[in-house]
């Protein structure tokens, strides 16, 4: 079965990291990118970053340059999207989703991890 | 990169059609035919309906429509069904290398 698991909800405090894992099964995971978005309580969808873990490449949303680092473990089809000092305005659910080579748009979708970042 | 603008809702009543807008710049929307919809239910993941401006995947009802007219997209829902009642958003690709997504409209049928 094609999907995207996500990890559990997470509860951090002002000034913590985050780390949030994406597990991909039922296709190539070198074959296709991994974008991070994510959607604060009653907001719209915010394109954070991508990742190509076939060749390391990555990029992401000015508004998260040098807080969010992108990993990825090949042999378990895991790829993972770090955000550093939290605040308040960073709670959200937090998706990962799938971009084919050569094409432009999230035709598979994650589940969505909540984090909360409260005192 | 500002958030495409889409209406905050939109409704209408069972059979009728709705078109709804998303406006970018010639940076995003009006520079690449690469403008994308989704749907999404409350407390779930968004499900992709359109994507290159008007193409449907494989298992999208062809009540789902989209077009493009210079910076701004739009999404027509023909026939509308109570199953329809969910939030919408657009997306593109920007000339940056990177996307931007929409403020979502809310689509309510009566």
């Known amino acids: 079965q094609v999907q995207l698991v996500q990890t559990g909800a997470e509860v951090k405090r002002p000034g913590a990291s985050v780390k949030v894992s994406c597990k991909a099964s039922g296709y190539t995971f070198t074959g296709y990118y991994i974008h991070w978005v994510r959607q604060a309580p009653g907001q719209g969808l915010e394109w954070m970053a991508w990742?190509?873990?076939?060749?390391?490449?990555?990029s992401s949303a000015q508004t998260f340059q040098g807080r969010v680092t992108m990993t990825w473990d090949t042999s378990i089809s895991t790829a993972y999207m770090e955000l550093s000092r939290l605040t308040s305005d960073d709670t959200a659910v937090y998706y990962c989703?799938?971009?084919?080579?050569?094409?432009?748009?999230?035709?598979?979708w994650g589940p969505g991890t909540l984090v909360t970042v409260s005192s | 990169q500002s958030a495409l603008t889409q209406p905050a809702s939109m409704s209408g009543s069972p059979g009728q059609s709705i078109t709804f807008s998303c406006t970018g710049t010639n940076s995003d929307v009006g520079y690449y035919d690469l403008v994308s919809w989704y749907q999404q239910h409350p407390g779930k993941a968004p499900k992709l309906m359109i994507y290159e401006v008007t193409k449907r995947p494989s298992g999208v009802s062809n009540r789902f429509s989209a077009s493009k007219s210079g910076n701004t997209a739009s999404l027509t829902i023909s026939g509308l069904q109570a199953e329809d009642e969910a939030d919408y958003y657009c997306c593109s690709y920007a000339l940056s290398g990177n996307y931007v997504c929409g403020t979502g409209t809310k689509v309510t049928v009566l």
């Open positions: 990742l190509n873990p076939y060749s390391g490449a990555s």
């Open positions: 989703a799938r971009v084919g080579f050569y094409f432009w748009y999230f035709d598979l």
